[in-house]
């Protein structure tokens, strides 16, 4: 009598147990961009003035697939939320070209003291294309791109639809393939006209957080695409670019050429400025 007591007990008990369990994570499209449209709010808001180190190698190949060009630089990278503009901000501060030290210009934190970040992003962009190799002209190549596609005021001009779900040790984590379907893009070619982008974002479906992202685009002849890894940083305890990929390809009747770069960013820390963003 007393074994059968015993597993009664244990009977009673169970479906109290499954209730206490923890519901699925809800892994539908429309969820995750719910969860990805409140984890940018926080995001933005904790990821304000923070500086890195970055190291990239810039490769041209010609049609042959042969290396025509290779060239290493590094520098700083500042990364800032502009609220007024509802964008980011990314300046780079080119230090070194393939290990020589380049003409120093004007001092990135004396800059960011006085002057509009604005101003200052397109000044800095303007002197680090000078280091820039191949035919092809860009100046959209930041990491945090794909965060903008996430953005609420952006979503709506892009059809989303989810491709796999992963489910590890790490959590629950959606791919959404997208597509640009509405203007204004957020590239604009040199013309003023439209690029549609498409690609594919990995995200934590509970939190929303973005981990990887893919993003392709094409004008004309050329074609482009960016593809970015974010890693947790444990100093600032927060998830930020560890890499990113950049693959541009030129297919014209009198030239053909592909541009390769390869970016790592380490050494993230905070970076206290007076100037308001602006």
Known sequence: MQRFLMLLCVAAVAPVLAQDQARPVDTSTRAVLAAATSYLKAYQEALRFVIADEQAVQEVFDD???????????????????P????????RDITTVDGKPVEAGADLRGLLNRGSMASIGRAMADRNARYNIGVVTRNFNEPMFALMILDAKHQSRFRFERKSVGRGDAGTSVTLTFTERDRPTLVQAASGGPVFTSGELVLDAETGRLQWSLVNMKDGPTAAQLT????????????????????????????????VVESTYTNYRRFEVTARIR
């Open 84 to 91: 007024a503009d509802g964008g980011w901000l990314s300046v």
């Open 228 to 259: 970015t890894t974010f890693t947790e940083n444990e100093k600032l305890k927060l998830w930020l670019p560890a890499t990113m990929q950049e693959r541009y390809s030129h297919s014209s009747p009198r030239l053909k050429e592909t541009v």
């Open 64 to 82: 042959r697939d042969r290396r025509r060009a290779r060239r290493e630089t590094s520098g700083d990278f500042f990364l800032a939320w502009v």
